[in-house]
């Protein structure tokens, strides 16, 4: 019978005591006189009546168990396989030079773009004092972790090989995060003098162009230039003005009403940028989680306040004017805030009370005749209406109106609210309140 064995299976054999062609044989092995070895020469025991057959399977099984396959190259045969497949020392050694040229160039990019300012950043002045004897290398660190520049030893090498022969003056001087640097060091080398302030005053439930007028009026920025940076400067710092809609007043809700104190010529950019970081101390973790647990985003959440800063006669009943709209916002049968508020928001005069033809007009801030909030806040509210609206009473209220004399009447339902509001029409006309229905 033909068995058509490989190389393998023959040595195998012949190892085993096969016939020196590779025939298997059934002749008798004498254990004395047969040595089976695998290919590393670990002797392998055998056993009196063992075929030359029943030994090549074992010699193939303990092969396998090692963990070799048969016919697996070993010895110099293996090192010849191995120095094959090894990658050429020159390729590594053009592919390590690249990965480091292109290192190279990225940090060089970096520094040159941190040196001459090629980036957008924006920011208010910001002071740093110099000590009388303070070397460059102190200042750099000072500069560096007031975020004004990010290579303090690019800015260190620019000076020595540059401007080595600027003269530092101490005291303190005021500096933005897009000075490059060769602004820095003139700045610097400027003598310093003490900077006057000035302060301004912002109320609850002031709207953005109010705003812009106070400051104006008070002579500490023009109306273009405020108008310009609340548009058009990159607030990206401030995440709460991430994803924010589109809409005409752009800061309208987040300009917090604070009493402020400036540099007299400080920036437009530099004013605004100052209330809005109040903003952002004011509305802190706790409040971001409290919205999120409400299911409302941030500018939800102030333009909900903003409502409620514009209804309340009084911080006291905040609480129950934000429980009238969460109430509202919640239960499918009302949907509609109808605040009066917001349809004076829209109105270029505001009026003392409004008509039924006011509150008609096509408006994405009507909430008469758009369910849901607004598109945006219609004020900038303060802290104890944003505590309210994140914060509402436990009511089953779903009305208030307007009693005339700065405060409110809540209801809660139609037939209540249709018996107090009948006490405050005058001539057919009504003051504020959530509902007009007949």
Same mark, same amino acid.
């Given at each position: ?39 590393? *020469?670990?002797?392998? @025991? ?12 074992? /010699? ?13 190259? =070993? ?5 010849? %396989? ?41 920011? +208010? ?12 290398? $102190? ?53 310093? +003098?003490?900077? +006057? ?35 058009? $400067?990159?607030?990206? !710092?401030?995440?709460?003005? !991430? ?5 005409? $007043? ?7 009403? &604070? ?8 920036? &437009? =950019? ?23 647990? /409400?299911?409302? #985003? ?5 333009? /909900? ?9 009084? +911080? ?45 007009? *096509?408006?994405?801030? @009507? #909430? ?19 505590? &309210?609206?994140?914060?509402? $009473? %436990? ?26 509001? @009948? &006490? ?10 959530? *509902?007009?229905?007949?």
């Amino acid at each position: 019978m033909d068995f058509n064995q490989s190389e393998f299976e023959k040595n195998l054999l012949r190892k085993a005591g096969g016939d020196s062609d590779g025939t298997p044989g059934e002749k008798k092995i004498d254990i004395e006189s047969i040595h089976i070895k695998d290919a590393d *020469d670990v002797p392998i @025991n055998t056993y009196e009546g063992e075929t030359p057959r029943d030994r090549a399977a074992k /010699l193939a099984m303990w092969e396998a168990q090692k963990g070799k396959k048969p016919g697996k190259t =070993t010895g110099k045969a293996a090192d010849k %396989e191995k120095k094959k497949r090894r990658v050429p020392k020159g390729v590594i050694y053009i592919s390590c030079v690249l990965a480091v040229s292109l290192l190279l160039t990225l940090v060089a990019w970096l520094a040159i773009r941190d040196c001459f300012a090629f980036h957008n950043k924006v920011s +208010e002045d910001i002071p740093i004092v110099v000590e009388d004897g303070e070397g460059l290398s $102190a200042i750099t660190t000072k500069l560096s972790d007031a975020d004004i520049i990010d290579f303090p030893l690019a800015f260190r090498m620019y000076y020595s090989l540059i401007k080595k022969n600027t003269q530092v003056q101490y005291g303190t001087h005021y500096f933005k995060k897009g000075d490059d640097y060769d602004t820095i060091l003139r700045k610097l080398a400027q003598a310093t +003098e003490s900077r +006057e302030t000035v302060e301004f005053l912002i109320t609850e439930g002031k709207t953005q162009a109010d705003v812009i007028r106070i400051i104006a009026n008070a002579g500490y920025a023009s109306t273009g230039d405020l108008t310009e940076a609340i548009n058009f $400067a990159d607030y990206e !710092e401030f995440k709460f003005l !991430e994803n924010l809609p589109d809409r005409a $007043a752009r800061l309208e809700g987040y300009l917090f009403p &604070a009493k402020y104190e400036i540099y007299a010529g400080e920036s &437009a =950019t530099s004013i605004i940028i100052r209330m809005l970081k109040k903003f952002d101390s004011v509305f802190d973790d706790v409040m971001y989680d409290r919205a999120k647990e /409400l299911g409302m #985003t941030v500018d939800e959440v102030i333009t /909900l306040a903003s409502i409620i800063q514009a209804e309340a006669g009084s +911080e006291d009943e905040m609480p129950n004017i934000s429980s009238v709209f969460h109430n509202r916002l919640n239960n499918p049968s009302y949907g509609y805030l109808q605040s009066c508020s917001t349809v004076q928001y829209t109105m270029s005069e505001r009026k003392a009370v409004l008509t039924r033809d006011d509150i008609s007009v *096509d408006n994405k801030y @009507n #909430t008469y005749k758009y369910p849901g909030l607004p598109v945006g806040p219609i004020c900038n509210p303060g802290l104890a209406a944003i505590e &309210a609206a994140l914060y509402p $009473a %436990e009511t089953d209220y779903y009305y208030f109106v307007s009693d005339g004399q700065g405060h409110n009447v809540f209801s809660r339902t139609y037939a209540e609210h249709t018996k107090a509001k @009948n &006490a405050y029409i005058q001539d057919g006309k009504f003051i504020n309140g959530t *509902d007009v229905a007949d």
